[in-house]
């Protein structure tokens, strides 16, 4: 996991803050677009793909803001982030995602990303 590098993405939403909050940081709502399906207890979830596992800790989280996870197999100081921000010039609901990943690899997750909030804007009706 050398040479591993932070990024961020932003994504128009058309909803707002509190309709899209659930989405990120609760099972139910992560399970409709980014993961089959979720499991939590406390504050560990467990995503799952097609069988495949992978255990997140939500790490730090403040209602209609932003919800921050770290898987078991990163760094200490690695953590992917759902932050919502409300424009100032248009009113618009941004979210903006910040995640890490090999330097040669952000391109393949930007669009893994891109298919992932492609899935939750048609879950929200954005």
């Not at 921050?68 to 010039?89: L, Q």
């Amino acid at each position: 996991m050398a040479n591993r590098s932070k990024y961020t993405i932003e994504y128009p939403v058309k909803c707002s803050p509190s309709i899209l909050y659930p989405f990120l940081s609760t099972p139910s709502g992560l399970g409709e677009w980014f993961a089959d399906k979720v499991k939590q207890k406390e504050n560990s979830y467990i995503f799952e793909w097609a069988g495949s596992n992978e255990k997140a800790e939500m790490i730090a989280a403040e209602e209609n803001e932003y919800v921050v996870f770290k898987w078991d197999w990163m760094k200490n100081d690695e953590y992917f982030e759902f932050r919502i921000e409300k424009s100032p010039v248009t009113n618009e609901t941004i979210l903006t995602i910040t995640d890490f990943a090999d330097k040669k690899e952000i391109g393949d997750q930007e669009l893994l990303w891109d298919a992932q909030i492609h899935d939750l804007k048609h879950r929200i009706g954005s």
